[in-house]
């Protein structure tokens, strides 16, 4: 069992960053895939970022590339979110979700996600 525990969120004016972060506990030492996702109200569940095990390779939702990064550290089980210049259209819950190959984490609705985090709530204030 993997289990992935999201934390960081909050209330932030327009322009603010914030930086979640997703503690993973795992039976194995396997590094998953990771990734990334948020849901705003009425939407579909959209992808945001997406990291290999290693780390070497990273892929961004377009609409976030430049103000979002995401990086992990496997020595203490955690992935990162740094979000700068935060707009209100941000504004949704953020899952932190792990998957057996970066392919099912990048691009669409996370229907190949073995794992998800509870969520965190971001709200961006205009």
């Known amino acids: 069992q993997v289990q992935l525990v999201e934390s960081g969120g909050g209330l932030v004016q327009a322009g603010g960053s914030l930086r979640l972060s997703c503690v993973v506990s795992a039976r194995t030492n396997r590094a998953y895939p990771m990734g990334w996702f948020r849901q705003a109200p009425g939407k579909e569940r959209e992808y945001v970022a997406a990291?290999?095990?290693?780390?070497?390779?990273?892929y961004y939702l377009d609409s976030v590339n430049g103000r979002v990064t995401i990086w992990r550290d496997n020595a203490k089980n955690t992935v990162y979110l740094q979000m700068n210049s935060l707009k209100p259209e941000d504004t949704a819950v953020y899952y932190c979700a792990a998957a057996g190959s970066l392919r099912a984490l990048v691009g669409g609705t996370g229907t190949g996600v073995d794992y998800w985090g509870q969520g965190t709530q971001v709200t961006v204030s205009s």
């Open positions: 990291i290999d095990w290693s780390g070497r390779n990273i």
